[in-house]
Structures are given as C-alpha cells and as structure tokens.
C-alpha cells in the first residue's frame, strides 16, 4: 500500500491574494436541525446529520444525486476543495489548468484553481491528484490556509502531541495544531 505523496509547502496565504469572504462556516445550531432532510441515506440517528444537513442548506455540499450523500464514504481532494471554496466564496479567474490532471472541463476545475490561486492547495509536482482521498492532515491544511485567507486568527498555545505526532507532515504541523487549539 502507498502512501500519498506529500503536499508541498507554501507560504502561508496573504489578505491580498484572496477575494472577499462573507460569512465562514458555523456549527449547527438549535434552528439548524428544522432543516428538511431530502436524503435516504442519512437517518435521523447518523452522528453528522445536523452538521451535513446544515452544510447542504448553505449551499456547500450537494448529494451524490438528489436523494443520497453518502455520509459514510471517503472524501476526495477534489470534493474537499469544493466544500472550502463554497464555504469560503472563493472564485478563480485562471482559464488554464496549473496542474496537468485537472482539465477545464473537469466538473471541479474552477474550485481547484480558487483552491490553487488562494494558496489552499499546491499540489504535487506539477498534478493535484483530484480523485485521490483528502488525508486529515490535508484537510487540517486546506481548512487553516483558507481561514486564514478569511482574516481567522490563530494561536497555537500549549501544544499537546498526537499518539501519532511522528506521522504529521512537516507542512501539515501548524495547521494540524492551530486547528486543534482553535477546536
């Protein structure tokens, strides 16, 4: 089994790369469970229904068709950086791919590229590797580049190690701590 590769680094992203955000994600409330559920896939009783159904209510998600999310599956990159680019209003302006395996015509082209151009994701030499499952420490990545593109702060605190600490990227490393100690 092979691991994937590893994200490259880049400079944490600055204000003036970023378009505007208007409102970032926030945990379900109270009122977000009044939110109607139009899939059969995801019973009452499912640990991440408030949060998906309120997700799908902002726009951020959509099913895998009109009736099912599959709230058990696997993520891939390319969905992630759609849920981000969503939740963050973020918009690309490039008519070309920077990468050779995202093709303008993918369904996920124009997230990719905000993802890209926001510095979010960077990619691999060269390929983004779209279909390929988001690991944790991408997605802690993703998800700490893009709020600070929001003007989010974070401190990182007193840190206390993962069992698996030795496992985190080095490029992963901030973001894997700010998130935790933000909650």
Do not use: C
């Amino acid at each position: 089994e092979t691991e994937p590769p590893k994200e490259e680094e880049t400079e944490p992203p600055t204000e003036e790369e970023t378009e505007p955000v208007t409102e970032p994600v926030t945990e379900p409330t109270e009122n977000d469970t009044a939110i109607e559920n139009p899939f059969t896939d995801l019973p009452d009783s499912h640990w991440a229904k408030d949060s998906i159904l309120t997700l799908y209510s902002k726009g951020i998600i959509n099913g895998m068709d009109e009736d099912t999310v599959a709230p058990d599956e696997f993520v891939t990159r390319a969905q992630f950086v759609t849920m981000l680019t969503k939740a963050f209003e973020l918009k690309s302006l490039a008519p070309i791919s920077a990468f050779d395996d995202v093709k303008t015509n993918d369904w996920y082209f124009k997230a990719v590229m905000a993802a890209y151009e926001n510095n979010i994701a960077t990619g691999y030499g060269g390929k983004f590797n779209p279909q390929s499952l988001v690991t944790r420490q991408e997605m802690a990545t993703f998800a700490y580049r893009a709020a600070l593109n929001g003007g989010i702060k974070f401190t990182l605190g007193n840190v206390t190690n993962f069992n698996d600490h030795e496992t985190i990227a080095n490029y992963a490393l901030e973001a894997v701590y700010s998130m935790r100690a933000k909650g």
